[in-house]
C-alpha cells in the first residue's frame, strides 16, 4: 500500500536535502506531494529551480502518513511562517503521524513551533547552540516516537532511508540502503 507524504518547499530551501528525499521517498513508491508555501516555483539556496506539484493551501484538508520538511536558509524561516504548514505539523504531531525535518528546520520551523518538546533531535551544528534539548545532538538521524530529525544534506540518504523504514518496514529500507548507499 503507498504511503502519502508531503514534502513542502520554499524558496531558500536546501535543495540536496529537498530532492534527496523527494527521489529516495518517491523509489521506494510512496505518493509524495511537493507543495509550496509561496509560489508554485521556487529557487533553492544554491539557485536550483524546483516546481511543485501543488501549494501547500491544496494540501490543507489532507491527511498524510509522514511530512517531511527540507532545511536550508532562509527556506526553512519561510516554512515556520505558513500557517497551513503549521497547523498540517501540529495536527500530524497530535495525531501520533511521522512529522521530519532536517539541517535548520528541526530548530527554525519545529522547535519554534512546540513540536520538540520533550523529544530529541538533532540539527545542523551551526545552529547546535539553539537546539534546547542537546541529549542526541550528535546523531546524524534521531527518532523519538513520531519526530525524525537529521543534521544536514550529508546525511539526507540516512535521513529518506530511515524515513521509509518507519512509514513502511524495514525489508524495503534495507533494499533502498543497498540500492543507494552501498555502490
Not at 541529549?135 to 540516512?158: F, P
Amino acid at each position: 500500500m503507498k504511503k502519502k507524504v508531503l514534502i513542502p518547499i520554499s524558496d531558500g530551501i536546501e535543495e540536496l536535502e529537498a530532492i534527496g528525499i523527494i527521489d529516495t521517498l518517491r523509489r521506494a513508491d510512496a505518493e509524495v506531494t511537493v507543495a509550496s508555501v509561496g509560489q508554485k516555483q521556487i529557487t533553492g539556496s544554491c539557485g536550483t529551480r524546483i516546481i511543485a506539484d501543488k501549494l501547500i493551501e491544496e494540501c490543507a484538508n489532507e491527511q498524510y502518513d509522514l511530512i517531511a520538511l527540507p532545511g536550508g536558509l532562509p527556506g526553512a524561516e519561510h516554512l515556520r511562517d505558513s500557517e497551513i504548514l503549521t497547523k498540517l505539523l501540529k495536527e500530524q504531531a497530535e495525531q501520533g503521524r511521522y512529522y521530519a525535518a532536517i539541517c535548520a528546520s528541526p530548530v527554525v520551523v519545529l522547535q519554534f513551533h512546540g513540536l520538540l518538546e520533550g523529544k530529541k533531535a538533532t540539527v545542523n551544528p551551526a545552529l547546535a547552540n539553539d537546539l534546547i534539548n542537546k541529549n542526541k545532538i550528535d546523531n546524524r538521524v534521531v527518532v523519538d516516537g513520531n519526530c525524525i530529525t537529521s543534521r544536514a544534506r550529508g546525511t539526507v540518504l540516512e535521513f529518506a532511508v530511515k524515513l521509509i523504514e518507519l512509514i513502511y518496514d524495514k525489508n524495503k529500507a534495507d533494499n533502498m540502503k543497498t540500492d543507494m548507499l552501498s555502490q
